[in-house]
């Protein structure tokens, strides 16, 4: 009762109703990325299959990254290619 | 039969290992066969925790690299005779467990003891998986904190996932256990309350364990709180906990403190 009524005076409602909302909307998020189970690993190893059919490149140096925004998301896919992967590609054809 | 528990939670520092060493004891009293598993390889602590650093001569790794025999490594509590550590490795790191030698000195541990608490480690890499890897439940530790719950989040998952049991399509059954809870500030709004935790991580409740001066007491003098003051609201917490994993219904509550005058009159200081 009287920690309700020096509520009362301070006008300083307790935080944690801000921590559940903010864990709630966190966790509905972090789950649904867990449901699909690794979606950037495989559109990595897709995505490289298909380029180094017409080109030579290193496996290390594609990047996939998603960036989940509220209404729209992105789709990042960042190749490096060698100087020289046209010539290669003559050389090999 | 058996039971092969592992205490994780993700983030550190909420209370794995007071909690494995403060169950433990609390079941070995109840008269079970207990031994508590220190899966923290480089960072041990148990040991500390249950009073037995100077005992250590072998380790978990060097029985899992067949080193030493699992009874020359265990060692048996000075206070409760069914109630033994096997500590982990000082020296070495997370990669010297291996998942195989894991399987078999779980495999050990089920034919010798009535129940096998793992003491996971801090985070979501090898150490921890290894430790959870063979559980049959689990007891998931968390604090009534933003950062602390959604790691617990995280590590449900993975017992959902990584587990032997979940690969086999069983399941492993979880418990959150609830530590460092100040009744007051979750009444004023200031903390996470109870309900908030449960809904979130809809997994059942094991137990809420008060904030309180016992704990750190305890761990001072390397005894479990359920052994060092059973008679403090943290240990009454500690053993309710241990008799509904033994599968008693037990009704909920937060013990609480007794404080005396002075001490109420000088606050936490006093302790």
Known sequence: ????????????????????????????????????????????????????????????????????GESVSTLEVDIELPNDFDKRIAAAG | MAKVLVVTSGKGGVGKTTSTAALGAALAQSGEKVVVVDFDVGLRNLDLI???????????????????????????????????????????????????????????????FDWVLCDSPAGIERGATLAMRYADEAVIVTNPEVSSVRDADRIIGMLDSKTAKAEKGEQVKKHV???????????????????????????????????SQDVLRASNVGSPVTLNNAASAPARAYTDAARRLNGETITMMVPVERKGFMERLLGRRAA
């Open chain 2, 50 to 112: 249950m009073g037995a650093e100077r005992r250590v001569v072998f380790d978990l790794i060097n029985v899992v690299h067949g080193v030493a025999k699992l009874s020359q490594a265990l060692i048996r509590d000075k206070r409760l005779e069914n109630l033994w550590l096997l500590p982990a490795s000082q020296t070495r790191d997370k990669d010297a467990l291996t998942d195989e030698g894991v399987e078999r000195v779980i495999a050990d541990l089920r034919t010798k």
């Open chain 2, 177 to 211: 256990l609830i530590t460092r809870y100040d009744s007051g500030r979750a009444a004023r709004g200031e903390m996470l309350s109870i309900d908030d935790i449960l809904e979130i991580l809809t997994t059942p409740l094991l137990g809420i364990i008060p904030e």
């Open chain 1, 1 to 68: 009762m009287s920690m309700n009524f020096l509520r009362l005076l301070s006008r300083r409602p307790g935080s944690a109703p801000v921590a559940r909302e903010r864990l709630q909307i966190l966790l509905a998020h972090e789950r649904g990325l867990r449901g699909q189970p690794n979606l950037l690993g495989i559109l990595r190893e897709e995505i490289l299959a298909v380029v180094s059919r017409h080109v030579m490149l290193d496996p290390e140096k594609v990047i996939v990254r998603m960036d989940r």
